[in-house]
């Protein structure tokens, strides 16, 4: 597939990434101390980066979990359908589920998710999003813990793609497209 030659503005360095992971994780340790038996369930493939430098820094016993749903595919307008392309390998029921996401945009992703892990009986979900698009919200859906709030931008980097591409850029850039043949 070919995409419109495109440029990528820094909007927020690898240093700003690493600092606020290394404060969400303080955060997120010290809500969940005493419980033994936190699922940390990473939404693929955009948060896998995020997921992975976060779990090194929390000061907890997790078990680290993936399910991947359906989004945008290769194009930047959002996708109203969530299906599930690959389930959980564990067992949520009676365990505290915290669900690492990229980005919170419309809203309708983690309102999907939200449900279809709740009728699994969790003690407790709460979410912890990298980045949030307040601006961009279809539906009432919040994480406990947000990374950055951004502008309405189409990002990539660190983990987040366009077309499958970018998603290993240590820093999250702004999709910037210049109309030029590529
Ligand atoms: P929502 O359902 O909240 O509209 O969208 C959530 C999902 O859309 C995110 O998990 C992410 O996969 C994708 N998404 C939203 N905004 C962006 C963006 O700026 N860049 C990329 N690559 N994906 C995005």
Redesign the pocket.
Known sequence: MTTPAYRIDELISAKAIAARVEALAREISAFYRGTDKLVVVG?L???FIFIADLVRELNLAVEVDFLEVS??GNS?E???E?RILKDLRGEIEGRDVLVV????????????VLSILGTRNPKRIEVCAL?D?PS????D?KARWIGFE?PD????GYG???AQRNRNLPHIG??RFTGEPE
């Open positions: 939404l493939r955009g948060s989004s945008y930047t959002s996708s109203r969530v996401e990229d980005i919170v945009d419309t809203g309708h992703t983690l309102r999907h980045l698009k961009r919200r279809e539906v859906v951004i931008a189409f990002v990539v987040i793609d366009y702004a999709v």
